[in-house]
């Protein structure tokens, strides 16, 4: 079965520095991996994906993810916070050629951008 | 920007009641998805659904869940008989279902159910 960990509930960071959420999947296979951000009140919005290729990933906002293999990791990246970055950050796999669409979610990571 | 749009945005029943949650997916976009998120917890998968039928589901999406599209911009998640543990924050998704599953899944911002 595949899974995500994000291994910290919540981040703390100063605005201006940079930030890493972090997250790893364990499936078999090749992974496709998404990051959405969910702002309060809102839904799910998408930042970005790895389907293959390069291994960094730029998305929205001026975020980016690196695609490990090794480390079977996936994290999210930004080189410099915004206080408007505070928001609840998902990481998310799905596994290709098995027929299935459904992304499997981690349990998701507070980032909490100081002034 | 086109987006995936939800209503009602809170619903509020009693515990045996029928629910209808309504989502209009992006318009071009063949696949749709309900997830939901029980408050506190991971965004979990419910069911997937593609040329009127449901494509994968669940465990969680028994018989008592089931989904429709009633017209060509509506989906629908009806639950049939609510029970507590329902209350939850429900989110439909549609995704252009381009070949190899590259596609994106876009979401909208959720209803929250709350079953007394």
């Known amino acids: 079965a595949q899974s995500v960990a994000q291994p910290e509930d919540q981040v703390n960071v100063a605005e201006g520095n940079p930030l890493t959420v972090k997250c790893t999947y364990s499936?078999?296979?090749?992974?496709?991996l998404f990051w959405y951000v969910q702002y309060p009140n809102r839904g799910l919005q998408f930042l970005l994906k790895?389907?293959?290729?390069?291994?960094l990933v730029k998305g929205s906002y001026g975020f980016e993810a690196e695609f490990n293999k090794s480390q079977t990791s996936f994290h999210l990246k930004k080189p410099s916070a915004l206080v408007s970055d505070s928001a609840l950050y998902f990481c998310a796999v799905r596994v290709p050629n098995t027929g299935r669409r459904a992304l499997t979610f981690g349990s998701g990571t507070r980032l909490q951008v100081q002034p | 920007e086109p987006e995936v749009t939800q209503t009602p945005s809170h619903q509020v029943t009693q515990m045996g009641q029928e629910v209808i949650l309504r989502c209009v997916p992006i318009?071009?976009?063949?696949?749709f998805y309900w997830y939901r998120q029980i408050l506190g917890q991971k965004v979990e998968f419910l069911v997937s659904?593609?040329?009127?039928?449901?494509?994968?589901k669940s465990e969680i999406f028994d018989d008592q869940f089931s989904v429709e599209r009633p017209d060509g911009s509506n989906f629908t998640l009806k639950i049939r008989s609510t029970k507590l543990e329902d209350s939850a924050m429900y989110f439909c998704?549609?995704?252009?279902?381009?070949?190899?599953?590259?596609?994106?899944?876009?979401f909208g911002p959720g209803t929250r159910l709350t079953v007394l």
């Open positions: 499936v078999s296979g090749n992974p496709y």
């Open positions: 318009s071009n976009h063949l696949y």
């Open positions: 659904f593609y040329n009127n039928e449901i494509s994968e």
């Open positions: 998704a549609s995704s252009e279902a381009r070949g190899r599953y590259t596609d994106t899944q876009y």
């Open positions: 790895y389907i293959t290729g390069d291994n």
